[in-house]
């Protein structure tokens, strides 16, 4: 594969931009390579500057359920951009994108837009602890909650890949706030939340992790984080970055008929520009500057672009049968690839809900954080680059989500399956 261009722009990049990525999962260390600069994308494919062409599973690491660059919303934002790029006062498009959020998603009566998935999960969890007047939060190993410092400990995502525990820089006295415990474990959960010595203000969690890869929960697991979280006034937050619009319409709470009290959303909701927003009833919404005194703020929140993009992306994934379609389409797509696996007899586990699966290169089921680490992620770096290199683009770390989208059709899918089956098939011989 050429990738002369590539190569000289990531050159370039290192001298000026920290390991010549603006966020730290787009370099390619842990599997073995430089990252590829991209030129364009459309549909499911993407197209590097060299050239290449590739199957997508990426999707902008969630966004893109609609697949790249879908036609309305392209139309949206060249709508919107003659009227102005940013007002800093409100504008009807917030106004509308709010109403249709508080309708898809069953525990949001108001919410509050902000410009990233991680702005949204920090100012969730300051709500909480203003809220509650207390200061612990709790996580689960493995889940990643964006780069605040209070969810810097034992995080998912790029914090698994490069091997780091916690994040120098982040103050052990804001570290002595939050807990980490496991994933999946009622015991352990019912332990730490009744112990009278906590002082916690709220629980935060992936209602299906996938920044440890996809490791969906147990019903009884999340029936009883949120029964215990009501019992005891704790404020129970799902951060729903990635399952948000992405499990249902209205995200993991929808398929799991279990309600959070607060819910983060990112990713989708922005139709692939800058939006995160956190929403919830409205006794605890309520609490937020200028209702309540917990401030919140944002120069480019509720920007019109983003609004824009939001709605149109929201108004085609509200349309009958769109998630039926798709659940579909992936479970064709994940029955083919497990087949593919087995008669390879490359020992895989593939992890699977709706639009969102990880095939882990392991032999036990993985459920939590340490299962997850079992994965011979030596193997996964040999197939990434030998599906790269035949036109297949996943995430360059084995504990990511691969995403279908609406765009991939059948054909993409099978070609997908065939270059597994060649990947595999390498695999197993080496
Ligand atoms: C991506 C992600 C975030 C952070 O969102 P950014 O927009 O990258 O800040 C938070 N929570 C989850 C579950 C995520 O997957």
């Not at 709220?202 to 890869?213: D, K, S």
């Not at 609490?287 to 309540?292: E, F, Q, S």
């Not at 696996?341 to 992890?351: D, E, G, I, K, S």
């Amino acid at each position: 594969m050429k990738m002369d261009k590539s190569s000289a722009y990531f050159e370039k990049a290192c001298q000026v931009i920290p390991g010549g990525v603006n966020s730290p999962v787009r370099a390619c260390k842990s599997v073995g390579c430089d990252p590829l600069f991209v030129a364009s994308a459309k549909g499911c494919m993407v197209t590097d500057v060299d050239g290449n062409e590739f199957i997508d599973f990426v999707g902008s690491w969630g966004p893109m359920i609609l697949g790249h660059s879908h036609p309305d919303v392209i139309a949206a934002i060249c709508d919107a951009a003659p009227k102005g790029t940013s007002f800093g006062a409100p504008c009807p498009l917030e106004v509308e994108l709010a109403e249709l959020v508080c309708d898809s998603v069953p525990s949001l009566e108001k919410v509050r837009f902000v410009s990233s998935g991680t702005e949204a999960t920090m100012s969730a969890a300051r709500l909480a602890r203003g809220y509650t007047g207390r200061n612990i939060v709790v996580k689960f190993d493995g889940c990643y909650h964006g780069h605040a410092d209070s969810f810097l400990v034992k995080a998912g995502s790029g914090v698994i890949t490069l091997g780091i525990p916690g994040s120098p820089g982040v103050p052990d006295d804001i570290v002595k706030n939050t807990l980490s415990i496991p994933y999946n474990n009622v015991e352990i959960l019912e332990a730490t939340l009744r112990d009278a010595k906590l002082d916690i203000a709220c629980v935060i969690v992936e209602p299906v992790a996938g920044n440890m890869g996809v490791v969906v929960p147990e019903l009884a697991f999340l029936q009883k984080l949120r029964d215990l979280t009501s019992e005891l006034g704790i404020v129970l937050i799902f951060d729903e970055v990635i399952t948000g619009f992405r499990l249902a319409l209205g995200g993991a709470q929808e398929r799991f008929g279990i309600l959070p009290d607060l819910t983060c959303l990112g990713k989708i909701i922005g139709g692939g520009l800058p939006v995160g927003a956190y929403g919830g009833r409205k006794e605890i919404m309520d609490n937020i500057a200028p209702d309540g005194p917990v401030y919140q703020a944002g120069t480019l929140s509720g920007n019109p672009l983003a609004m824009a993009a939001g709605l149109a992306m929201l108004k085609i994934v509200r349309q009958a049968g769109f998630y039926d379609e798709l659940e579909e389409k992936s479970d064709w797509f994940a029955t083919r690839l497990a087949a593919v696996a087995a008669t390879a007899q490359v020992p895989t586990v593939l992890n699977r809900i709706g639009s969102m699966m990880t095939c882990f290169f392991t032999e036990t089921p993985v459920t939590d954080f340490e299962s997850a680490m079992k994965a011979d992620t030596e193997r996964y770096a040999q197939h990434f680059r030998q599906m790269i290199s035949s036109g297949v683009w996943l995430a360059p770390s084995q504990f990511e989500a691969a995403f279908v989208s609406a765009a991939h059709d059948r054909n993409h899918l099978k070609k997908a399956l065939d270059m597994t089956e060649s990947s595999f098939k390498k695999i197993s011989e080496s």
